[in-house]
């Protein structure tokens, strides 16, 4: 089992910057792959960004060169998110996949008003 806290959401305005934190109950260098996913209002969740354990990362299309996904200590994984915009709301949920399993946080909200 991994449980993960993610935390960091809130209400800001359209341009700024918000900046998630996700940590996790093990070591996430033995966790293959660690990713930010959102799920706005009627829309399906999406993949956001994920860094796997030797330190690769991808982004989806509409967040590369706003937000940057980093790791901190051996626990934590961060969601930088700069120039945000209204339709970067929605709930962010953290994901760790480790073989033959995977496993959510309860999520956070973000929220930027136009």
């Known amino acids: 089992q991994v449980q993960l806290v993610e935390s960091g959401g809130g209400l800001v305005q359209a341009g700024g910057s918000l900046r998630l934190s996700c940590a996790a109950s093990?070591?996430?260098?033995?966790?293959?792959?660690m990713g930010w996913y959102r799920q706005g209002p009627g829309k399906q969740r999406e993949l956001v960004a994920g860094?796997?354990?030797?330190?690769?990362t991808n982004y989806a299309d509409s967040v590369k060169g706003r937000f940057t996904i980093s790791r901190d200590n051996a626990r934590t994984v961060y969601l930088q998110m700069n120039s945000l915009k209204p339709e970067d709301t929605a709930v962010y949920y953290c994901k760790a996949s480790v073989p033959g399993s995977y496993f959510w946080g309860q999520g956070t909200q973000v929220t930027v008003s136009s």
């Open positions: 093990v070591s996430i260098f033995s966790i293959n792959v």
């Open positions: 860094v796997t354990s030797g330190g690769d």
